[in-house]
Every structure is written in structure tokens, then in C-alpha cells.
């Protein structure tokens, strides 16, 4: 499968296009629309939050409320549509901004910030949000926390072999961290980053469970199924490092403390996962953990400084409406950006043109490994 977005910040829509999801899976709109708007809330996202009432309009690919195998199309409209776009002159530090104007030959920023802005990624929840539905009938979930905002760390519910309820609960949040005490901390935190007009970034923890061994190979660097999982994730606006399981930890640990013993009882297990459920590129049937950290948000209330490109002269970076924090509503997209690369392994192990024959394929070989 593979997928295609267009569409600009202020522009009139964005629109999506995802290509070789099999036929008859069944579409549940309330469960897609409830996708995107868990990708607008979140404590510290900024007014245009209040603004857009995000809905997936389908143009192709959906029949009486079912996939018909050919490509989806989609559209999520912009009530934040500017029919004007004043012209910016000062990049923004940590932004695109500079770059991209460079790179396209651009006098000013406008076109860049117009698609490097996050609000792209509204199109990939709802990519995101078909893969989860695909991945759903074949029993695979996919979870996701904040574990930590401006050095708040959540003390509680940090991922350990079978401790997933807790992380269930993290819609309950405004700020989706599970530890009620590291969620006020973080509110506070946010709201005294908003008063001197800076910023805040964070980091997520993303869990997908039910997972069966053997996607991903070790045969070639490309089809390793970690390397995937971090191109995916690394492709969101603002994330700047991403850790499969407990990758930071374990180079600093000897391989005694690291590596995941092997024991068998009708059927192989571990009974630790520090390897984030992968080995060797390959899924190893325990629960995929990943990790990854959202720099602070590049906008700030009181700019840096930058210089005017004009002018050539010092001067303060352009200030836009703009989000305090945006990392829950980035944990939404992780999910999205999960879901579509593990259905996307899925797709290219078990194949299949309709979700009969897909679960026909997965479940003779969930059967066939569960015998071994
Ligand atoms: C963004 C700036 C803000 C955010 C936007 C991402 O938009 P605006 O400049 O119109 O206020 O609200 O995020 C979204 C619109 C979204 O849907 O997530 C940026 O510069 O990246």
C-alpha cells in the first residue's frame, strides 16, 4: 500500500490518496472522524484548533460503506482557507522556513510554511485512521501516551511487558499523559511557556500489540522493519529523534540486562520486551514499543532573531498564531504513521485483494508459527 497527500496550510482542502487496501472492509466514518479529532485536541494547540471541525469527505475507493480495493480518495476541508497570503519576509528558527525559500528560489517563506506546516498531517490520521480499521480485523491495535513535555517526565505507566491498560486511558488527559500528577505539572508548565510567549516540545510512546512474528527481513538494509518504523515516524512535522523499545537505556546497559531471554511453554515467549518487539529488522510477536521526541514548536510569541530577506539586515523572526505544544495531537499522527507502515508490512507479507483472502493468508500462518 502506499499513500499520497496534497493540500496547504490556508489552502481551500487537503486531500489524501491511499492505494491498495483490499476490498469489503467495512468503513465506520464515526470512527474516522473521531480519529481526526482526537488529532485536534489537546491542551496548548492554538486557536485555529477551535476552528476547523476536521471530516473526511471520501471521493473514491468506499462503497455502501464498504472498501472497493480501488485507490481512496479523500478530502478534509480548511476553514482556516485564506484567499490572500501575505508575503513573509523573516524565517523562523527551527522552522523550514529558510531552507525551503532557498532550496525553491522563493523571495519570501509563504509556499514553504504553506506545506511544511503540520497541518498536513490532518490527511495522514485519516490515512491512518483506514489502516487501523484494516489492521483491526486482523486483531492488531495500536496505543499511544505522552511520557514526557518540557522535562516533565509521567512517572506512571512507562512501558513494561503487559502493562498496557493504563495507556488505554490517555484520551482521558487533555494532555494525554497517563500520571495525573505529571499532567498538572505539564499544564502549568504549558501555560507559563504560553505567558512569556515561547514554546514546548515532548516526547510520545507508542505501543501496537498483537503483532505476529516475521515483518520486516533482515535480508536487505531496506526491508528492516525497524528502519521503516523510524522513516515514518521521523517524517512528522517536528520530531527529532525516534527510539524503537528501550534503545537510549540499553547502550548504556551491559547485554546481560538488555536482551530479551527466550523460554517456551507450547509456544515461544520473553519475558521482558526491551527490544521494542523487534529483532534484526524483524517483528518478533512481542508488542512494538516506540518512542519518539517533538522538538518545542518553532513559532514563537517572542521571536529569535533571525534576518529579513529583503533587507539582509538582523531583525525578529515573523510572528503567526501558533500552538504552545503540540505533541498530543503529534501522538495521534505516530499512531497514524504506525499503523500505516505495520499495515503496509502486512500487506506486502500476506497480500490479498479483498479482506477475505487477507485474513485467510494471515490466519494459515498465524495458525502454521503458533504450532512451532
Ligand atoms: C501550524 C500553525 C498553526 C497550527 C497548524 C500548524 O496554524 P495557523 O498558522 O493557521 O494558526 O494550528 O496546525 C493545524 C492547522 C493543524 O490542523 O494541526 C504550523 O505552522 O505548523
Same mark, same amino acid.
Given at each position: 500500500?502506499?499513500?499520497?497527500?496534497?493540500?496547504?496550510?490556508?489552502?481551500?482542502?487537503?486531500?489524501?490518496?491511499?492505494?491498495?487496501?483490499?476490498?469489503?472492509?467495512?468503513? #465506520?466514518?464515526?470512527?474516522?472522524?473521531?480519529?481526526?479529532?482526537?488529532?485536534?485536541?489537546?491542551?496548548?494547540?492554538?486557536?485555529?484548533?477551535?476552528?476547523?471541525? #476536521?471530516?473526511?469527505?471520501?471521493?473514491?475507493?468506499?462503497?455502501?460503506?464498504?472498501?472497493?480495493?480501488?485507490?481512496?480518495?479523500?478530502?478534509?476541508?480548511?476553514?482556516?482557507?485564506?484567499?490572500?497570503?501575505?508575503?513573509?519576509?523573516?524565517?523562523?528558527?527551527?522552522?523550514?522556513?529558510?531552507?525551503?525559500?532557498?532550496?525553491?528560489?522563493?523571495?519570501?517563506?509563504?509556499?514553504?510554511?504553506?506545506?511544511?506546516?503540520?497541518?498536513?498531517?490532518?490527511?495522514?490520521?485519516?490515512?491512518?485512521?483506514?489502516?487501523?480499521?484494516?489492521?483491526?480485523?486482523?486483531?492488531?491495535?495500536?496505543?499511544?501516551?505522552?511520557?514526557? +513535555?518540557?522535562?516533565?517526565?509521567?512517572?506512571?505507566?512507562?512501558?513494561? &511487558?503487559?502493562?498496557?491498560?493504563?495507556?488505554?486511558?490517555?484520551?482521558?488527559?487533555?494532555?494525554?499523559?497517563?500520571?495525573?500528577?505529571?499532567?498538572?505539572?505539564?499544564?502549568?508548565?504549558?501555560?507559563?511557556?504560553?505567558?512569556?510567549?515561547?514554546?514546548?516540545?515532548?516526547?510520545?510512546?507508542?505501543?501496537?500489540?498483537?503483532?505476529?512474528?516475521?515483518?520486516?527481513?533482515?535480508?536487505?538494509?531496506?526491508?528492516?522493519? #525497524?528502519?521503516?518504523?523510524?522513516?515514518?515516524?521521523?517524517?512528522?512535522?517536528?520530531?527529532?529523534? +525516534?527510539?524503537?523499545?528501550?534503545?537510549?537505556?540499553?547502550?548504556?546497559?551491559?547485554?546481560?540486562?538488555?536482551?530479551?531471554?527466550?523460554?517456551?511453554?507450547?509456544?515461544?515467549?520473553?519475558?521482558?520486551?526491551?527490544?521494542?518487539?523487534? %529483532?534484526?529488522?524483524?517483528?518478533?510477536?512481542?508488542?512494538?514499543?516506540?518512542?519518539?521526541?517533538?522538538?518545542?514548536?518553532?513559532?514563537?510569541?517572542?521571536?529569535?532573531?533571525?534576518?529579513?530577506?529583503?533587507?539582509?539586515?538582523?531583525?525578529?523572526?515573523?510572528?503567526?498564531?501558533?500552538?504552545?505544544?503540540?505533541?498530543?495531537?503529534?501522538?495521534?499522527?505516530?499512531?497514524?504513521?504506525?499503523?500505516?507502515?505495520?499495515?503496509?508490512?502486512?500487506?506486502? &507479507?500476506?497480500?490479498?485483494?479483498?479482506?477475505? %483472502?487477507?485474513?485467510?493468508?494471515?490466519?494459515?500462518?498465524?495458525?502454521?508459527?503458533?504450532?512451532?
Amino acid at each position: 500500500i502506499r499513500f499520497l497527500t496534497a493540500g496547504e496550510s490556508h489552502g481551500k482542502e487537503l486531500v489524501g490518496i491511499l492505494e491498495g487496501i483490499p476490498a469489503n472492509i467495512d468503513i #465506520d466514518m464515526d470512527f474516522i472522524n473521531n480519529e481526526l479529532k482526537r488529532r485536534q485536541k489537546g491542551y496548548g494547540r492554538s486557536e485555529r484548533m477551535d476552528m476547523e471541525k #476536521d471530516e473526511m469527505d471520501i471521493i473514491s475507493g468506499i462503497n455502501n460503506g464498504k472498501t472497493t480495493g480501488n485507490p481512496i480518495s479523500f478530502k478534509i476541508k480548511n476553514k482556516g482557507y485564506l484567499e490572500v497570503l501575505e508575503k513573509i519576509y523573516r524565517p523562523r528558527p527551527g522552522h523550514g522556513d529558510l531552507s525551503g525559500a532557498i532550496k525553491y528560489h522563493q523571495d519570501n517563506v509563504r509556499n514553504v510554511l504553506e506545506r511544511a506546516s503540520a497541518r498536513e498531517t490532518a490527511a495522514r490520521v485519516g490515512v491512518g485512521s483506514i489502516c487501523k480499521t484494516l489492521l483491526k480485523k486482523l486483531n492488531i491495535d495500536i496505543y499511544s501516551h505522552v511520557i514526557q +513535555v518540557g522535562g516533565i517526565v509521567s512517572e506512571k505507566s512507562i512501558y513494561e &511487558k503487559g502493562n498496557i491498560e493504563d495507556i488505554k486511558e490517555a484520551d482521558k488527559s487533555i494532555v494525554r499523559v497517563v500520571d495525573s500528577l505529571a499532567e498538572e505539572k505539564i499544564v502549568e508548565k504549558i501555560k507559563s511557556a504560553k505567558k512569556k510567549g515561547d514554546t514546548l516540545g515532548g516526547t510520545i510512546e507508542l505501543i501496537a500489540v498483537n503483532i505476529p512474528v516475521g515483518l520486516g527481513s533482515y535480508a536487505s538494509w531496506d526491508s528492516r522493519l #525497524d528502519g521503516k518504523i523510524a522513516q515514518s515516524i521521523m517524517s512528522i512535522p517536528g520530531i527529532k529523534a +525516534v527510539e524503537i523499545g528501550n534503545g537510549l537505556e540499553g547502550g548504556k546497559s551491559y547485554g546481560s540486562q538488555v536482551h530479551d531471554e527466550i523460554y517456551y511453554e507450547e509456544k515461544y515467549f520473553r519475558k521482558t520486551n526491551n527490544a521494542g518487539g523487534i %529483532e534484526a529488522g524483524v517483528s518478533n510477536g512481542e508488542d512494538i514499543v516506540v518512542r519518539c521526541t517533538m522538538k518545542p514548536i518553532p513559532t514563537l510569541r517572542q521571536p529569535l532573531n533571525s534576518v529579513d530577506m529583503t533587507t539582509k539586515l538582523v531583525s525578529l523572526a515573523q510572528v503567526e498564531r501558533s500552538d504552545v505544544l503540540a505533541v498530543p495531537s503529534a501522538s495521534i499522527v505516530a499512531e497514524s504513521m504506525l499503523a500505516y507502515t505495520i499495515a503496509q508490512e502486512i500487506m506486502r &507479507k500476506f497480500g490479498g485483494d479483498s479482506i477475505e %483472502e487477507l485474513k485467510r493468508n494471515y490466519f494459515n500462518y498465524i495458525d502454521g508459527v503458533s504450532s512451532r
